[in-house]
């Protein structure tokens, strides 16, 4: 039973932190837009605005995720790396 708890706590995290991304999936292949496809440049235009804004998004939020391993030290920042090199 605290397997299955475990597994649906697992779930909603990643649904919380992803939820923009699934909105932008959703919303790129949905016929339902806030302008018709069918009008040119407008129409896709939406589209492309929401992928651009959540490509963003997701790069934002790697560098954060990036930034934190190297503080806790988990990956090695590129300066150390380079100085074990040269030695």
């Given amino acids: 039973m605290s397997s299955n708890r475990k597994q649906e706590s697992k779930l ?3 649904l919380k932190e992803n939820w923009l991304l699934l909105f932008a999936i959703l ?3 949905s ?18 605005l929401v992928l651009i804004i959540e490509l963003i ?5 790697f560098k954060q995720k990036r ?3 190297v503080i806790d030290g988990e990956i090695e920042s590129s300066e150390s790396i380079q100085h074990d090199q040269k030695t």
């Fill in 12 to 14: 909603l995290s990643v």
């Fill in 27 to 29: 919303y790129i292949i």
């Fill in 31 to 48: 016929p339902i837009d806030v302008i018709p496809d069918w009008i040119p440049v407008a129409g896709q235009g939406d589209d492309a």
């Fill in 57 to 61: 998004n997701q790069l934002r939020k």
């Fill in 67 to 69: 930034a934190s391993k």
